[in-house]
């Protein structure tokens, strides 16, 4: 478990490295847009009812749990989750939630998750810009729009 955490944190750091260099040929934001194009193919041929954030994220509220929080960067959450690359290949996770504070991990996350409660489930389809970018994971290809299905386990502030 606590090699989780640490990987999720190193996750996090990588990501905020490499938003602050800046790649000769790589545009965010055509980027973006090139996302925004592969998630509404998938959307339309899986037929997934998902909505789209203001920031390009997609989301289905499957649940949205109860109580009235306010998040910030420091809430504590603990998830349980799957991960899948938009090719349905299934991105092994741990099977017990984890344990992390909100500004801690991914930015598709950070706008994804307060969109539910403690207890909600939520689909989110995210951008490579607001996962992990040009920096490939684990079983992750860089530029990799990521599907999650989130249950809120907990919350606190």
């Not at 090139?34 to 203001?54: Q, Y």
């Not at 207890?119 to 994971?137: D, E, F, H, N, T």
């Amino acid at each position: 478990m606590k090699l989780k955490h640490l990987l999720l944190f190193c996750s996090a750091f990588l990501i905020v490295l490499n938003s602050c260099k800046k790649e000769s040929g790589y545009n965010q934001q055509k980027q973006l847009d090139a996302d925004e194009v592969r998630i509404k193919e998938f959307i339309a041929t899986n037929n997934i009812p998902a909505l789209r954030h203001s920031s390009g994220l997609y989301y289905q509220i499957i649940e949205p749990g109860t109580g009235e929080l306010v998040y910030t960067a420091n809430t504590k959450i603990s998830a349980a989750y799957t991960l899948r690359l938009l090719n349905g290949q299934t991105i092994p996770q741990a099977t017990e939630p984890i344990n992390f504070t909100l500004g801690g991990v991914i930015t598709g996350w950070q706008i994804g998750i307060p969109l539910i409660q403690k207890g909600g489930k939520i689909r989110l389809i995210i951008p490579s810009v607001y996962a992990y970018g040009q920096q490939a994971q684990p079983g992750i290809p860089a530029n990799s729009v990521l599907d999650f299905n989130i249950e809120l386990v907990n919350a606190t502030n």
